[in-house]
């Protein structure tokens, strides 16, 4: 009888301990269950019930695993059990899943599984922490890693791994994929003259343009700045470049219509490179390098257009990228020097004026000629502190110059467009002046149209300072850009400068004859100095002085020469010949 009582005590016991192990795990934020080795359940709490979408505890306990979860066969909980008999494994042994459940519903959890030693028998414990709001964050943060803020579309990172996709593909296909690289034109301009919310608005409204040309395989991503990238991909062979074309064509046509803009009108235009799977590049990384490499080659033949990539441009940017490094110490390295090729008067022969032009001979790449790196200069920014040594250095000279023949002489110096954009440039003009005693008048800045092009309002606010200075403005190689006559009534120029295209065939063409004298008289009738440009005859002197051509420059006079030659030059030369009344 004591033993049946001891019996029952036991019992009694067990089962109040059960019961308050019940409760405990009832108590759980999160789903928990034990299970034995064969995959059947045999402790639930109710927030495993809930997150598996059923009514309560009592629906799970004694079924097997595969039996609560739609897709989980009896294999794969026999595989998650072995896990615990692994040597070396670490507990709780952790794991994402996503759990399909019957209601049809779908369930992101983290798994925590622990092993559980009852009378010898091993078991698994198992936490289920519903992750639905971590994992949209983790999706949120997956899609900021991917989206570009601003447009709404791809951004670098997604871009670079969507193009390495589509090469991949089309290299196990045996097709072809393209790549556009796509460069909105005087974009800057927008941001200077509206503000970067501005800019961001027509960011936004050119990427849907861009958009809507696309079909709905195709990748638009925004690369970087004002950059979009356009991937054709699963094209057939043979196919890619004119797909490529078509596209480029559409995409400089939209660019094209104008944009409306904080109720502004604003015209802008695409330059575009274009680089082809297999032909020009065998990955994502090359394709997209070529790419650029192209589109900096429609911009320098005029904007608004597109080339395909070439070996010829990489041997060029390769070439590029060794000036550009080059020129980053040739200032402190005293690399640079300037020469002074003499403008004379074309009726008394004075030499009245100079241009200063620049030479570099690196210690690394040796005589380098200026068509090689003033456009990497200007590409990189570098053209700046150039300039500035330019301006500066001219001056002095024309500061040693004082006393002697030349000490009235005006000295010429070419600017570039990122020089004109810095708006302390006034200030050291003004500054160059004063530290070397000139009077404004002795320097003239010559432009390119190209310069009056790429930001006309900005060049004529600083030109406008410049004229207030006193300083002399000029328009080079006149005739060789574009919308010549509109510049010459919208900027005030004091002179012009006859490129010497038209000048070469004075003698022999009547065409080039007539043009010449048709620049003159109009430069006479706008009140405009003139000069002739690559004055090589004699001939070509006489007919330029019977035009009324103000001035020659051209190597019938002089070559560039250092300045001590030069000065050598003007202290030789003939006394000009007095005036005939």
């Known amino acids: 009888m004591k033993a049946l009582s001891m019996v029952g005590l036991i019992y009694a016991v067990q089962d109040e301990i059960r019961q308050r192990y019940i409760n405990t795990i009832d108590s759980l934020s999160h789903g928990f269950l034990i299970r034995d080795r064969r995959g059947f359940v045999h402790v639930a709490n109710e927030r495993c019930a809930k997150l598996l979408g059923l009514h309560s505890p009592a629906d799970l306990i004694g079924r097997h695993v595969s039996d609560l979860l739609p897709g989980l066969s009896r294999e794969m909980a026999d595989e998650y059990f072995s896990r615990f008999d692994a040597p070396g494994v670490k507990f709780p042994i952790s794991d994402t899943a996503l759990f399909k459940l019957h209601n049809g519903t779908e369930l992101p959890v983290e798994l925590l599984g622990s092993p559980y030693i009852e009378r010898g028998r091993m078991y698994c414990m198992v936490q ?53 690289f796509i460069d909105l034109d005087k974009f800057k301009r927008v941001n200077d003259s509206f503000g970067h919310a501005a800019g961001d608005e027509l960011l936004r409204d050119a990427a849907h343009r861009l958009h809507s040309l696309l079909l709905h395989a195709d990748i638009l991503g925004r ?42 009108a604003i015209t802008i235009s695409a330059s575009i490179g274009i680089a082809c799977y297999p032909l020009h590049g065998g990955d994502g990384d090359a394709l997209l390098r070529n790419a650029d490499i192209a589109m900096y080659e429609a911009k320098k033949g005029g904007r608004g257009d597109w080339r395909f990539f070439n070996d010829a441009m990489n041997a060029a940017a390769k070439d590029a990228l060794a000036i550009d490094g080059a020129l980053r110490c040739a200032i402190e390295d005293r ?61 002095r000279q024309v500061a040693l110059w004082r006393d002697g023949v030349l000490g009235e002489v005006t000295i010429s110096i070419n600017v570039s467009a990122l020089q004109l954009a810095d708006p302390g440039f006034v200030a050291l003009v003004r500054q160059a002046l004063a530290d070397n005693g000139l009077e404004p008048h002795q320097l003239e800045l010559e432009l390119t149209e190209r310069v ?7 060049v004529h606010a600083m030109l406008e300072q410049l004229r207030e200075l006193g300083v002399g403005i000029s328009l080079d190689d006149f005739g060789t850009g574009y919308s010549s006559l509109s510049y010459l009534t919208q900027f005030h120029l004091n002179t012009l400068k006859i490129d010497r295209a038209f000048v070469m065939n004075i003698e022999h063409s009547e065409r080039s004859h007539n043009l010449v004298h048709a620049i003159i008289a109009m430069g006479h009738s706008l009140g405009l100095q003139l000069v002739a440009e690559g004055v090589e005859t004699a001939g070509q002197a006489a007919i330029l002085e019977r035009m009324g051509c103000h001035y020659l420059q051209g190597y019938h006079i002089s070559r560039p020469i250092p300045p001590d030659e030069l000065l050598r030059f003007a202290i030789e030369r003939p006394a000009p010949a007095a005036s005939v009344i």
Request: with cysteine; glycine share 10%; proline share 4%.
């Open 128 to 180: 289920l922490l519903d992750i639905t709001e971590r994992k949209r964050k983790d999706d949120l943060l997956r899609q900021a890693a991917r989206i570009d803020p601003i447009t709404g579309y791809c951004n670098r990172h997604a871009l670079a791994a969507g193009l390495a996709e589509e090469v991949a593909r089309a290299a196990a296909s045996g097709r072809e994929c393209a790549v556009l």
């Open 223 to 264: 690369f970087g700045g004002d950059e979009f990238i356009i991937v054709l991909p699963d094209l057939a062979p043979g196919t890619g470049a004119r797909a490529a074309g078509d596209c480029a064509r559409e995409v400089i046509a939209a660019m094209g219509e104008g944009f409306e803009l904080s109720r502004h």
């Open 335 to 395: 690399e640079f020097r300037l020469v002074y090729q003499a403008i004379t008067d074309a009726h008394t022969g004075k030499l009245t004026k100079v241009e200063a032009l620049l030479r570099w001979k690196s210690a690394l790449l040796g005589q380098v000629p200026p068509d090689r790196f003033i456009a990497v200069a200007e590409d990189s920014g570098m053209i700046v502190p150039i300039g500035t040594w330019v301006l500066r250095q001219a001056c």
């Open 452 to 458: 009056l092009i790429d930001d006309a309002g900005g």
